[in-house]
């Protein structure tokens, strides 16, 4: 695996995570479409930086599965690193 792209991809869920944030702050950051959010501010970025052809649709269903994942296997892992492998782990890259 590539340190890089991980260190890309973690670089990119915290951005998100921040502009998530900062997009609900009135509402403290109450959001029960999130994984939808998610999807729409990582589309552009996450196809360019895994040179990937996810659709918003593939990429919710990542989202979720990698939360799912994550709770169930390490509730007190960094989630921003834990869904960049999670990414890494089950979308095959190109050669």
């Known amino acids: 695996?590539?340190?890089?792209?991980?260190?890309?991809?973690?670089?990119?869920?915290?951005?998100s995570g921040h502009a998530h944030h900062q997009?609900?702050?009135?509402?403290?950051?109450?959001?029960?479409?999130?994984?939808?959010?998610y999807a729409n501010y990582l589309h552009d970025h996450i196809n360019a930086?895994?040179?990937a052809a996810f659709t918003r649709s593939k990429l919710v269903q990542m989202i979720l599965?990698?939360?799912?994942?994550?709770?169930?296997?390490?509730p007190q892992a960094d989630w921003t690193e834990y869904?960049?492998?999670y990414f890494l782990k089950h979308y095959p890259m190109p050669a």
């Open 83 to 85: 869904y960049a492998d």
């Open 49 to 51: 930086i895994m040179k």
């Open 65 to 74: 599965n990698a939360a799912d994942d994550q709770e169930i296997n390490a």
């Open 1 to 15: 695996m590539s340190q890089t792209l991980r260190q890309q991809l973690v670089t990119l869920f915290r951005e």
């Open 23 to 37: 997009a609900f702050i009135s509402a403290d950051g109450a959001d029960p479409e999130w994984p939808l959010w």
